[in-house]
C-alpha cells in the first residue's frame, strides 16, 4: 500500500465502518435532508412576502446550503480529527498503530480522512438540493462542481488542522489538551459573523482578497450572492485567478504540508515538525504571493515604497511561524551536540541539520525575503515602468533590511530560549516576543498624546514605534504619505536583540560541551575525529 491510496487505508475504513455501524448515518443524514427541506420551505416563505427576497429563490437557497454545509463539514473535521489524536496521545495508544504496519504518514492521513466521515455523509445529503437549485437557474454546472470541489477541499484542510498537536503527554494533567494547536483555528468559527459582516468590504483590498480567496469560501459565496461567482478573484502580478480554482490548490498544499509535518513529529518528537528544507520552500511560497500582491497593488498605481511594508509585515508573520515549527528543542540540540563530538559543524550542517541551532536557518529566511522581493517585485516593476530611481532604492531597501534583522532577532532570542529555559523557554520566549511587539507602541501612544497628538517624524515617539516591529511596519502603513519611521530604531534594536541572545546561546553551548567532553573523556571516547577541528573550550 502506498501512502496516499486512503481507500486501502485501514485507519480510514474502519473509521468508516464505525462510524456507519454506531452513528447511524443514515438517519442522521435522513434527519439533514427534512432540516434543509425546511430551510427551503423558510426561504420561499419569505419569497411570497411583498418584500420578497433580495436575490433569486434557487440562488438564496443554494447559498443556504452551501453556507450551513462548509460550517458544518469544517467545524466536524476539525473537532473530531482533534478530539481524536489528543484523545490518542492521552492514552498512549498512537504509537501502537505502528504495530500493523502503517507509516507515520499513512497514520496522519487515516486519521484525517477517516475521523470526519459523518461530515461527509452530510455533504453528500445536500447534493440532490443542489441539483435542484441548479433546475431553478441559482447558478452555473460548472460553478456548483467547483464549489464542492472547495467543499472537500476546505473539509480536508480543516482536518489536517486538528491533526496539529505536539504528540507529547503533559506530565502533570495527561488528560488536558495542552498540546492541541486545533484552538486557534476554532476561534475562526467564533468571529465567522462579524467576518461575514465585514467581508464585502475587505474583498475590495488585494491583501484580505487573498487570504479570503485561498483560505476559505466566503469570497465565492459573496460574489455568488451578488450574481457570479467568478468575480471572487486572487490578484498575483496583475493576474486574475479565480477563488474557484486558486482556493483548493492552496487548501491542498496546505494540508499535504501538516500531514507530512505531523507525519515527521510522529516518527520521532525529539525533531522540530518541519525539516529546514520545507522551511524555506514554505518562506518562499508566502513571500512570492505576498509580492505577487506587490506588484498587483504597483499596477493599480500604489508605490512600491509603500507596498513594501505589507510585503514585510506578511513575510516577518511566516519567517515567525516558520520558527515555531522549524526550531530544535533542548533535548534537539543535546543530542546534536552528543553526535558532533565537539567537532566543529559544517555550513550544510549549519543549514540543513534538523537539530543544530537554527540561526543559520533564520538568515537563510531573511536573505529569501529581500530577495524575493526585489526578483518578484521590483524587478517586474522596473521592465513594466522603467527603472526605477536612486530615491526609490533608498525607501525600499531600508524595510527590507530592518525586517530580516527583526525577524533574525526575534527568532535568535526564541532559539536560546528554548535551549536554556526547557520545557518553560517556549511559553517564555512567545511572552517576550509578544511584549517587544505590543508594549513600546502603547508607550509610544501615551507620548503622542502627552505632547498633544502631533505625529512629527523622528521624535521619541517614532523611535518608541521603531523598537517594536508591529509598530515600525504597521505605523509606516498608517503614515506612508507622510514621515516615515526611520530603520535606524529597528536595526538598533535587532543588533541588541540578537547580541544578546546569541551570547546565551553560545554560553549554553559552550557549558553542554564542556559536560558532554567531560563524560566521553570518563568513557574514553575520542571527541574529535582525525583532521577536524575541536571546538575551543
Not at 456507519?20 to 419569497?47: D, Q
Not at 463539514?73 to 496521545?89: H, N, P, Q, R, W
Not at 522551511?279 to 500582491?293: H, M, Q
Request: with cysteine; net charge positive; charged share 10%.
Amino acid at each position: 500500500m502506498s501512502g496516499w491510496d486512503f481507500w486501502n487505508n485501514p485507519l480510514v475504513v474502519t473509521a468508516m465502518r464505525l462510524k456507519y455501524r454506531k452513528g447511524s448515518p443514515g438517519l442522521t443524514s435522513s434527519a439533514y435532508a427534512v432540516a434543509l427541506l425546511g430551510i427551503g420551505g423558510v426561504l420561499h416563505y419569505f419569497e411570497l412576502q411583498p418584500s420578497g427576497l433580495p436575490i433569486p429563490f434557487g440562488r438564496a437557497y443554494l447559498l443556504a446550503i452551501l453556507a450551513l454545509q462548509f460550517a458544518l463539514s469544517g467545524g466536524m473535521a476539525l473537532f473530531g480529527v482533534s478530539s481524536s489524536i489528543t484523545a490518542e496521545v492521552a492514552n498512549r495508544t498512537l504509537d501502537f498503530q505502528r504495530i500493523v504496519s502503517l507509516s507515520p504518514r499513512q497514520i496522519m492521513l487515516g486519521k484525517m480522512l477517516g475521523e470526519p466521515a459523518l461530515g461527509y455523509f452530510f455533504a453528500l445529503t445536500t447534493i440532490p438540493f443542489a441539483v435542484i437549485c441548479w433546475f431553478l437557474g441559482a447558478a452555473p454546472g460548472p460553478v456548483i462542481v467547483l464549489l464542492y470541489v472547495n467543499l472537500a477541499t476546505f473539509t480536508v484542510m480543516a482536518a489536517s488542522c486538528g491533526l496539529m498537536h505536539t504528540l507529547v503527554v503533559p506530565e502533570n494533567s495527561p488528560q488536558k489538551n495542552k498540546g492541541s494547536f486545533a484552538g486557534l483555528f476554532i476561534m475562526a468559527f467564533f468571529m465567522l459573523p462579524s467576518f461575514l459582516a465585514n467581508s464585502g468590504a475587505m474583498l475590495g483590498n488585494p491583501w484580505p482578497a487573498v487570504v479570503i480567496g485561498t483560505l476559505t469560501p466566503v469570497a465565492s459565496l459573496v460574489q455568488l450572492a451578488q450574481g457570479n461567482a467568478w468575480d471572487a478573484i486572487v490578484p498575483l502580478w496583475g493576474l486574475e485567478i479565480p477563488s474557484l480554482v486558486a482556493a483548493p490548490i492552496v487548501q491542498l498544499a496546505i494540508a499535504a504540508w501538516i500531514v507530512a509535518a505531523m507525519s515527521r513529529r510522529l516518527r520521532n518528537t525529539l525533531d522540530p515538525p518541519l525539516k529546514r528544507s520545507r522551511v524555506y520552500a514554505a518562506t518562499l511560497a508566502v513571500d512570492l504571493v505576498a509580492a505577487g500582491v506587490c506588484y498587483a497593488e504597483y499596477l493599480g498605481g500604489t508605490p512600491l515604497a509603500e507596498g513594501v511594508y505589507r510585503f514585510c509585515l506578511a513575510h516577518l508573520v511566516a519567517s515567525l511561524m516558520m520558527t515555531l515549527a522549524g526550531t530544535p528543542s533542548r533535548d534537539a540540540v543535546s543530542s546534536w551536540m552528543w553526535r558532533r563530538r565537539g567537532r566543529v559543524p559544517a555550513w550544510p550542517e549549519r543549514l540543513w541539520g534538523d537539530r543544530s541551532p537554527a540561526l543559520a536557518m533564520y538568515a537563510v529566511q531573511a536573505l529569501i525575503g529581500v530577495a524575493v522581493f526585489l526578483i518578484a517585485a521590483w524587478l517586474p516593476a522596473s521592465v513594466n515602468r522603467g527603472p526605477l530611481r536612486p530615491a526609490d532604492a533608498a525607501e525600499i531597501l531600508p524595510p527590507l533590511l530592518a525586517t530580516g534583522a527583526f525577524a533574525v532577532a526575534l527568532a535568535t532570542v526564541f532559539q536560546a530560549l528554548v535551549a536554556v529555559a526547557s520545557k518553560s523557554g517556549r511559553g517564555l520566549a512567545v511572552f517576550l516576543i509578544a511584549m517587544i511587539t505590543i508594549l513600546p507602541p502603547i508607550i509610544a501612544s501615551v507620548v503622542n498624546e502627552m505632547h498633544g497628538g502631533r505625529q512629527d517624524g523622528g521624535g521619541a515617539t517614532d523611535v518608541l514605534l521603531g523598537i517594536s516591529p508591529a509598530g515600525y511596519l504597521l505605523g509606516n502603513i498608517s503614515r506612508w504619505d507622510g514621515p516615515t519611521i526611520s530603520a535606524a530604531a529597528p536595526l538598533v534594536t535587532s543588533a541588541v536583540l540578537f547580541a544578546l541572545a546569541a551570547l546565551a546561546l553560545n554560553s549554553w553551548i559552550v557549558a553542554n560541551s564542556r559536560t558532554i567532553g567531560g563524560k566521553l573523556a570518563a568513557m574514553s571516547v575520542n571527541q574529535a575525529a582525525p583532521g577536524k577541528q575541536e571546538v575551543p573550550a
